[in-house]
């Protein structure tokens, strides 16, 4: 592949193909990092405290996790698990594609609709309900809390 090719974006799909035909995993990877870069966490993470004027301190709080976890999130010394992404995301109040991208950017599973206690979360992030609602309807359906 030229990196005249790479340069030109490509469709998940056409990634795919080019992977299940790939002799070698190494060099394809080289030839196709500008194709598979997903923005760090903690850029993206910032990027939405940002537009939400919300400090480190006031989204920990809002999240429920200490400080220093916080923080090193934010540096990227520490990578969040699903669940704390997801709390992130109740807490700035994203809507599913915010959400979704994330996620992604935590190299976590994006939330999927068929998944009971996903599509629960789903529906609390499209009608932005708070982190302590969401809680309660995971639990009132039977589905582990994100506390």
Do not use: W
Not at 86 to 107: D, I, K, P, T, Y
């Amino acid at each position: 592949m030229t990196s005249e090719e790479t340069m030109s974006r490509i469709t998940t799909q056409e990634l795919l193909m080019i992977l299940q035909e790939a002799e070698a995993v190494e060099p394809l990877l080289d030839g196709l990092a500008s194709q598979m870069d997903a923005p760090a966490f903690s850029e993206q993470l910032f990027q939405y405290m940002e537009e939400r004027g919300l400090t480190v301190t006031k989204l920990s709080e809002l999240a429920m996790l200490s400080r220093s976890f916080m923080y090193q999130l934010c540096s990227g010394d520490r990578a969040p698990g699903r669940d704390i992404v997801l709390r992130l995301a109740l807490v700035l109040e994203l809507g599913v594609a915010e959400a979704q991208n994330l996620l992604r950017s935590a190299q976590k599973g994006a939330l999927y609709p068929r998944v009971r206690r996903d599509a629960i979360l789903i529906f609390c992030l499209n009608r932005k309900k708070g982190l302590a609602e969401a809680d309660e309807l995971l639990s009132v359906h039977g589905e582990s809390a994100l506390l």
